[in-house]
């Protein structure tokens, strides 16, 4: 098994507590992601997701007053480099959640996705994706 710093993405989106629910939702679509970890001075204090969004719209929170503060989750579990792809995949699935930043110590490297994690433990049982993909053979 490899360790998740193999799979996380360095390029993290950071948005701030005191952001709007828009401003963050807009950040998450121009960069194509679906989370981004709320910081305040360079901390990592909570992690907003394309699920709180939906929910806080749901419950008629306005985009553009609400405050990323006010959806967030605060705390997030984190976990270093060096945690084996599939403890943070049992760590996420146990947590219910589908993201998760790496740390060292107090410090944001890095953030990978449940879904970027079962494709790095899958690959190697299929060989590539091409692998997958392709038509069985005719008899």
Same mark, same amino acid.
């Given at each position: ?39 305040? %001075?360079?901390? $990592? &204090? +909570?992690? /907003?997701?394309? #699920?709180?969004? *939906? @929910? !806080?719209? =749901? ?45 060292? %110590?107090?410090? $944001? &490297? +890095?953030? /990978?996705?449940? #879904?970027?994690? *079962? @494709? !790095?433990? =899958? ?6 994706t091409t692998a997958a993909t392709a038509s069985p053979p005719s008899p």
């Open positions: 098994m490899s360790p998740v710093e193999e799979t996380m993405s360095r390029a993290v989106l950071k948005v701030r507590p005191e952001d709007t629910l828009e401003q963050g939702a807009q950040a998450m679509i121009e960069r194509r992601t679906g989370s981004a970890v709320v910081t305040d %001075g360079g901390t $990592l &204090v +909570g992690i /907003v997701t394309e #699920r709180d969004v *939906l @929910r !806080a719209v =749901a419950n008629g929170m306005v985009p553009w007053s609400t405050k990323i503060a006010d959806v967030m989750t605060c705390d997030p579990v984190s976990v270093p480099p060096e945690t084996d792809t599939s403890e943070a995949i049992q760590i996420m699935l146990k947590g219910g959640f589908r993201h998760l930043p790496i740390c060292v %110590g107090d410090s $944001l &490297v +890095g953030l /990978v996705s449940l #879904r970027e994690l *079962l @494709r !790095a433990e =899958a690959l190697p049982l299929i060989g590539s």
